[in-house]
């Protein structure tokens, strides 16, 4: 019988597996670009890359670990290919925003099998 908490965690992957598929249908469609202000798009890059951080060095029991380290992972992953459409030609953005979406489904996917998988 699953959790009030997992079933809310299990809610918080199907989101992430929705932000992912949404960032991959932009990439397809072509209708990314640098917005107004860049810096902006530098900011969140640097908090998505210091909330991975913190997740990652965050105590927590051995059982949940791998859990903690796959978004973790995914999120400074993620941090840093929204970095690179800041920092490399614009004609790569298409293709950076989409591998970010991948991270972020694949994440969703894995993360739900494994909350799936505990009791």
Do not use: K
């Not at 991975?52 to 949940?64: L, S, T, Y």
């Not at 290919?81 to 950076?96: D, E, F, H, M, S």
């Amino acid at each position: 019988m699953p959790t009030t908490a997992n079933l809310v965690r299990l809610l918080g992957e199907f989101i992430v597996l929705l932000l992912g598929a949404l960032m991959i249908l932009l990439a397809i469609t072509g209708h990314v670009g640098l917005p107004a202000r860049p810096s902006a798009l530098v900011l969140l890059s640097i908090l998505v890359i210091y909330w991975a951080v913190r997740a990652w060095i965050a105590r927590e029991p051995e059982a949940v670990r791998l859990e903690t380290h796959i978004r973790a992972s995914s999120l400074a992953l993620v941090g840093f290919l929204l970095l690179g459409i800041r920092i490399l030609p614009l004609r790569y953005a298409n293709l950076l925003l989409g591998l970010a979406g991948g991270v972020l489904v694949l994440r969703g996917l894995v993360g739900g099998v494994l909350l799936a998988r505990h009791p």
